[in-house]
């Protein structure tokens, strides 16, 4: 995956690097990518498909918990390869499974996307009001991943991990949520990661929170499907 630059998405790092709330901390990172292979991507996406692959041949298709009709077409493990190479990026210490990750993918809509954003940035976004005046949170993030994924033409999930086996929970975390916006036919990826902190410097505590990532999806019910 090849990091992408984009002054929009790094005026909006800037705002969102470190928003002290008083008792809390906003912290929020946009990225972008494109669906090309450097690095170690090609040896790493192989082993992904391989890891698919096996995955299926041991599979029953009595298994309900294991929906192995997700896996089975090659554009589908294809997408969801570059989503976990993404994910391998944004959290290079971390070992994404794609068989683990499928499991854990269900298909949203942007009205879903954009009930959370506000109910959990509202102060945020009511910071970002006071200090600009080119439009809200909301609005300029979406010209910001516009003007790099087409939002309109990308698909949207959420990622819900087992929460043992969850990469992003930290000292004092209330909430974390990480988008990624997947343009097929461009091949792109632009994450959008952000969590809230409970700052004690005392006795910082382990909190419970949900993580969610998204992959933008032009539809407007909920599935529990990965991808079609």
Request: glycine letters at 4%.
């Amino acid at each position: 995956m090849k990091f992408l630059e984009y002054t929009n998405l790094d005026r909006l790092n800037v705002f969102l690097g470190h928003l002290n709330l008083g008792e809390r901390t906003i912290k929020g990172c946009l990225e972008a990518y494109s669906c090309k292979h450097a690095g170690s991507d090609k040896r790493l996406s192989l082993s992904l498909e391989n890891e698919m692959l096996d995955y299926l041949g041991k599979s029953s298709d009595t298994d309900s918990s294991s929906p192995v009709d997700l896996l089975l077409s090659r554009s589908s493990r294809k997408a969801l390869i570059y989503l976990v190479l993404t994910l391998y990026q944004m959290y290079p210490d971390y070992d994404f499974s794609a068989v683990k990750a499928h499991q854990f993918f269900s298909e949203e809509s942007w009205d879903t996307f954009k009930q959370i954003f506000n109910n959990y940035m509202f102060e945020a976004s009511k910071e970002w009001t006071e200090r600009n005046e080119d439009g809200s949170l909301l609005e300029v993030i979406y010209k910001a991943l516009d003007e790099v994924v087409k939002v309109a033409e990308c698909e949207i999930y959420v990622y819900n991990p087992n929460p043992n086996a969850d990469p992003f929970l930290e000292e004092g975390a209330i909430w974390s949520f990480c988008f990624l916006f997947y343009n097929r036919k461009l091949k792109r990826v632009a994450g959008f990661r952000f969590s809230c902190t409970r700052l004690d410097d005392c006795h910082p505590t382990k909190l419970s929170f949900s993580l969610t990532v998204f992959f933008l999806k032009s539809t407007s019910n909920s599935k529990n499907v990965l991808l079609q």
